[in-house]
C-alpha cells in the first residue's frame, strides 16, 4: 500500500522559515517532488529531486529561498522554505513517480497535502 503524508505545515509570518515533511510508505520512488495550489488557481510545480543522480530542480519563484532534500534511508522528502513571501501561502502537496517532471499529470502519487499561510 503506498502512502505519501505531509506534515509540518503552518501559520508563518512574512520573511520566517518553514520546514515541510513527506514521509513516504510502500515503495521507493525514483522522482519525488512538491507542489502547490492557493486558492482559485491551479496546482503548480515548486520544487522536484531524482534519485538515481540528486539532481534538483526548483520554480523561479523559490529558487534561492527554497531547499528539497531527502533521506532515502528514512524515505522521507523535506522541503525547507525560507524568506517566506505571502505569494507562498496555499496547499503543499507531496507527489511521487518514475521521472522528475513540473507536469503534475506525470506524477502517479500523491499525499493530502499540508496548509501553508504565510502572513503580512
Known amino acids: 500500500q503506498v502512502q505519501l503524508v505531509e506534515s509540518g505545515g503552518g501559520l508563518v509570518r512574512t520573511g520566517g522559515s518553514l520546514r515541510l515533511f513527506c514521509a513516504a510508505s510502500?515503495?521507493?520512488?525514483?522522482?519525488m517532488a512538491w507542489f502547490r495550489q492557493s486558492q482559485g488557481k491551479e496546482r503548480e510545480f515548486v520544487s522536484s529531486i531524482t534519485l538515481s543522480n540528486g539532481y534538483k530542480a526548483y520554480a523561479d519563484s523559490v529558487k534561492g529561498r527554497f531547499t528539497i532534500a531527502r533521506d532515502t534511508v528514512k524515505n522521507t522528502l523535506y522541503l525547507h522554505m525560507s524568506s517566506l513571501k505571502h505569494e507562498d501561502t496555499g496547499i503543499y502537496y507531496c507527489a511521487a513517480g518514475y521521472d522528475s517532471s513540473t507536469n503534475p499529470n506525470e506524477y502517479n502519487y500523491w499525499g493530502q497535502g499540508t496548509q501553508v499561510t504565510v502572513s503580512l
Open positions: 510502500g515503495r521507493t520512488f525514483s522522482a
